[in-house]
């Protein structure tokens, strides 16, 4: 296994657990956490590799479908009071989040796509299956609210694009990885939000 395919099955499993967790606060059964799991995990990628006119990996490798499985499993045993319900979201959707980011940019520079495509193309890997599994559950998109959410995955990979040519892709990725979930993590504990479109 390479360290780009471990570093994608660590956010798809970070995402399934997120998935989950929310079907499993809408007090949905297990096939319809499984399904929101499945789409949070899943979704970002699909949506990247039907841009770039390339076969979904999540339909090539059965991997991706045995962490979703995993994942939407092992959420079923985290707690579910609610004020640890939304911690575990906010943190798993975090990861995937900054992982996710960091692999469409790199996939979009593989394809030959230029720095501000790969950098678009990257964020919206990261921010799919989090807009998916809200609309799903009947929530507002993180994207859409108030807090810090494409706003972050932004520079995160504008971040990794700077890097990856000076460090190799481990070093580059994990800085980037890190700024990503550091900063969502403050910038929901601090409340920070960027300012609210006012019609005037």
Request: net charge positive; aromatic share 12%; proline share 4%.
């Amino acid at each position: 296994m390479t360290f780009l395919f471990i570093l994608d099955l660590i956010g798809t499993l970070a995402f399934a657990i997120s998935g989950a967790q929310e079907g499993a606060y809408k007090k949905l059964d297990f096939i319809g956490a499984f399904f929101l799991a499945f789409v949070t995990a899943m979704g970002g990628g699909i949506i990247r590799d039907s841009i770039l006119g390339e076969p979904s990996a999540t339909f090539l490798n059965p991997w991706y479908l045995y962490i979703v499985i995993f994942g939407a499993s092992l959420s079923f045993l985290i707690p579910k009071r609610i004020e640890k319900h939304w911690k575990t979201i906010l943190i798993f959707d975090a990861l995937g989040l900054a992982v996710f980011t960091v692999i469409g940019t790199t996939k979009s520079l593989q394809m030959g796509l230029g720095p501000v495509q790969s950098i678009v193309l990257g964020m919206i890997t990261g921010v799919g299956g989090g807009i998916i599994r809200d609309v799903l559950a009947n929530e507002i998109p993180a994207i859409l609210r108030k807090e810090l959410y494409a706003s972050i995955a932004l520079p995160g990979a504008l971040l990794y694009f700077i890097l990856q040519s000076y460090f190799s892709f481990a070093i580059a990725a994990g800085i980037s990885i890190l700024f990503i979930c550091i900063v969502r993590i403050i910038a929901i504990q601090k409340k920070l939000a960027l300012p609210k479109y006012m019609n005037l």
